[in-house]
Nanobody, 126 residues
Framework: QVQLVESGGGFMQAGDSLRLSCAAS????????IAWFRQAPGKGREFVAA????????TYADSLRGRFTISRDNTQNTVHLQMTSLKPEDTAVYYC???????????????????WGQGTQVTVSS
């Protein structure tokens, strides 16, 4: 098992930057692919970004590439999501998730993730 706790959400203005953090405890952190998903009001949960076990590989939702950056620090058992040029449409609850698969090919698939945090709210006003 791994426990995930997100932090860093808040109320922002369009154009601002914000960094979310995901702190993990439990099993060996480097055993997991870690991803961020988000869920906007009235919508389903969508993939944001994922980082591989030791941070060598990342993948992003096509619409977010260039504005969001995911990184991890296995010495601190944390993953960060740096968000820049925030837009009102980035308003959502952001979730951190852990995937213990040994292959990268499903890193963008929500159903590949077994462990989820409680989420952190990000609200962006225009």
């Amino acid at each position: 098992q791994v426990q995930l706790v997100e932090s860093g959400g808040g109320f922002m203005q369009a154009g601002d930057s914000l960094r979310l953090s995901c702190a993990a405890s439990g099993r060996t952190f480097s055993s997991f692919i870690i991803a961020w998903f988000r869920q906007a009001p009235g919508k389903g949960r969508e993939f944001v970004a994922a980082v591989s076990w030791f941070g060598h590989t990342t993948t992003y939702a096509d619409s977010l590439r260039g504005r969001f950056t995911i990184s991890r620090d296995n010495t601190q058992n944390t993953v960060h999501l740096q968000m820049t040029s925030l837009k009102p449409e980035d308003t959502a609850v952001y979730y951190c998730a852990a995937n213990e698969a040994s292959r990268w090919n499903r890193a963008r698939n929500e159903d590949a993730y077994s462990y989820w945090g409680q989420g952190t709210q990000v609200t962006v006003s225009s």
